[in-house]
T-cell receptor, first 111, second 118 residues
């Protein structure tokens, strides 16, 4: 049951460049999406959210884009910094509080 | 900054034994959750808890699992008879009251408890 998919298990980007992490979902009832960042030995840390009434949300270096017709969202980090190296999870929910997580993308920012 | 704390960080148990994982959610939060992540797999929802009762649970959360808020601060997950396949990281999360107009609230996660069933 893969309602949320992150098809790229890893991504490497040069410091200062843009990182683009992608996420696809299958459930058209999903109306709220979160991105979490996770360092080793720590729990997921909230990064940025977007609801289905918007197609873009920006917070500093982080921007999330939502394409409802394509059931696709992406996280843009610009400029990327070495401290951004972590595993990034997208998560989606419908009417309840249960969030469905993707399998994560491991981002490495090369100094 | 307030945070969700989980104890222990690592729990080793024998198959068939009962185990209790403990969590202290953020103090003014009212919704509580347990998730698990089997090594190399995605984070999976187990259960949500509000107003002293389960509000949602997944297929994973069978009769072997139970949750409890024994006092005003702790939130526990009990596995009655552990199986090898219960070995995973277990994350507790909490969120404030659900917002108006169905607006969702961000779930804040603890660092997790690694459960190893031998």
């Amino acid at each position: 049951d893969q309602q949320v998919k992150q098809n790229s298990p890893s991504l490497s980007v040069q410091e200062g460049r843009i990182s683009i992490l992608n996420c696809d979902y299958t459930n058209s009832m999903f109306d709220y999406f979160l991105w979490y960042k996770k360092y080793p030995a720590e729990g997921p840390t909230f990064l940025i959210s977007i609801s289905s009434i918007k197609d873009k949300n920006e917070d500093g270096r982080f921007t999330v884009f939502l394409n409802k017709s394509a059931k696709h969202l992406s996280l843009h980090i610009v400029p990327s910094q070495p401290g951004d190296s972590a595993v990034y999870f997208c998560a989606a929910s419908a009417l309840g509080n249960q969030f469905y997580f993707g399998t994560g993308t491991s981002l490495t920012v090369i100094p | 900054e307030p945070e969700v704390t989980q104890t222990p960080s690592h729990q080793v148990t024998q198959m068939g034994q009962e185990v209790i994982l403990r969590c202290v959610p953020i103090s003014n939060h009212l919704y509580f959750y347990w998730y698990r992540q089997i090594l190399g797999q995605k984070v999976e929802f187990l259960v949500s808890f509000y107003n002293n009762e389960i509000s949602e649970k997944s297929e994973i959360f069978d009769d072997q699992f139970s949750v409890e808020r024994p006092d005003g601060s702790n939130f526990t997950l009990k596995i009655r008879s552990t199986k090898l396949e219960d070995s995973a990281m277990y994350f507790c999360a909490s969120s404030p009251t659900e917002g108006l107009m169905g607006a969702k609230n961000i779930q804040y996660f603890g660092a997790g408890t690694r459960l190893s069933v031998l």
